[in-house]
Nanobody, 126 residues
């Protein structure tokens, strides 16, 4: 079962969106959940991540202070609150899951995640 990302849409510059990522159970083997994005013509890049058990968070410099990742324990859902959106934030956003067996891999590398959602499109107009 894949992760399910949702919440994308069209927003004006300066606006906000909240993305959701439902993590399919069981989650006992989940080590980290991350958000990545791919803008048109660009490589996929790390946005933010959260460790499943200790809630440590990680952010790309480009979104720090504007984006916030959080987790709802009861729903096994990870949220990405995006504020002060800019046109350069336009991309397809993906959530991904890293298993415990890969806990030593770097948090910002796509190759450190083995399960991916289908992506949700965020478009920020100027």
């Amino acid at each position: 079962v894949q992760l399910q990302a949702s919440g994308g849409g069209l927003v004006q510059a300066g606006g906000s969106l909240r993305l959701s990522c439902a993590v399919p159970g069981p989650t006992a083997s989940t080590y980290r959940v991350g958000w990545f994005r791919r803008a048109p013509g660009k490589e996929r890049e790390f946005v933010t991540g959260i460790s499943w058990n200790d809630f440590n968070t990680y952010y790309a410099a480009s979104v720090k202070g504007r984006f916030t990742i959080s987790r709802d324990n009861a729903k096994d859902t990870v949220y990405l609150q995006m504020n002060s959106l800019q046109p350069e934030d336009t991309a397809v956003y993906y959530c991904a899951e890293a298993p415990r067996a890969w806990r030593d891999r770097t948090y910002y590398s796509p190759s450190s995640y083995n399960s991916w959602g289908q992506g949700t499109l965020v478009t920020v107009s100027s």
